[in-house]
């Protein structure tokens, strides 16, 4: 069974910082890549960040460069997103994603609000 479960969302204020981990369970995430999104109410989902775990090669949207790094402790078998300065409109609901085959596996969420 595979199994995405992220963890680590809370509330902050402008400027501070969290990390959120994905911990996957039903592979290793060795072979599979992780890509990291959030959703804010009454907007579309986005990309923030994308780690391929092979080489550890990580990918940042304009809105995470310089201030969100993603990375991996395979012994771990968990991806964490190390999320710097934050800002209001970093507010949403975080979502870590893995593809197998045809399949997308997201964890079910976890909540950041930055708020003064």
């Known amino acids: 069974q595979v199994q995405l479960v992220e963890s680590g969302g809370g509330l902050v204020q402008p400027g501070g910082s969290l990390r959120l981990s994905c911990a996957a369970s039903g592979l290793s995430l060795d072979d599979y890549d992780i890509g990291w999104f959030r959703q804010a109410p009454g907007k579309e989902r986005e990309g923030v960040a994308f780690i391929v775990n092979t080489d550890g090669t990580a990918s940042y949207a304009p809105l995470a460069k310089d201030r969100f790094r993603v990375s991996s402790d395979l012994a771990k078998n968990t991806v964490y997103l190390q999320m710097d300065n934050l800002k209001p409109e970093d507010t949403a609901v975080y979502y870590c994603?893995?593809?197998?085959?045809?399949?997308?596996?997201w964890g079910q969420g976890t909540q950041v609000t930055v708020s003064s």
């Open positions: 994603n893995t593809l197998i085959g045809l399949t997308n596996y």
